[in-house]
């Protein structure tokens, strides 16, 4: 574990996350780092995590340049598949909340396959940006009389994190992550970058050209944002968010 930035990150091998308790674990890159400058609950819900994972490049450099330590960066897409594979060998339950039923419908015929000894439920919640208490209870509902071992959330950051963060206490689950995209990444919705790309640190290049639109302001905002960020904490001991 380091302190980056008022973060506590974790850096060990995803083997050692201990699974004799409920934890939750999300990532952090960037973006979601300069969100969380401005939304209060998307930062505490990031701070209050159990595992938080230095999902992206910037985290990475941030490490090596303040703190001179070296990390590796550890995406959604590999503790998404890091605990398919701890699942399958122990016959787990796994849940997934978030996205359309169609999308849902391709990762449990792709999981039936590849990971046939995992017993998977899903359930897509509606798509907005609040939901009212009703709505909040069945999903909980529907989560807790399947109770999973696992428990994937994919809501899109900040929402899914908040949205962790404001449930914990009611979420009948061992593990709870939040991995966003990679619903779609694993329905085969969205084409994950090469190991081409991801081994020299731009996974995010090939994702921008294919969805300029909407990676845009991630890119190309909240990026020299954060990289400033850095430099002020090396030069002054504190940020500019």
Sequence with gaps: MINLLGFNIYINDLSKVELDRKIIINTINPHSYCISKKEVVFQESLKNSNVLLPDGIGIVWASQFLLGKKIKKIAGADVHLHFLNIANQDNFKIF???????????????????????????????FKSNFSEKENEIMLQEINSFQPDILFVGMTAPKQEKWV?????????????????????????????????????????PR????????????????????LEVISFKIFGKGIL
């Design 96 to 126: 997934y909340l978030g996205a359309s039923d169609q999308t849902l419908s391709k990762i449990k015929k792709r999981i039936t396959i590849e990971f046939p000894n995992c017993n998977v439920a899903t359930f897509s919640p509606p």
């Design 165 to 205: 963060f404001h449930n914990k206490e009611k979420i009948n689950a061992r593990v709870i992550c939040s991995i966003g995209a990679v619903f779609d990444f694993y329905a085969g919705n969205v084409k994950r970058a090469s190991p081409f790309w991801i081994k020299i640190g731009l996974e995010w290049l």
């Design 208 to 227: 921008l050209i294919k969805e300029p639109k909407r990676l845009f302001y991630r890119n190309f905002i909240s990026t020299p944002k954060f990289i």
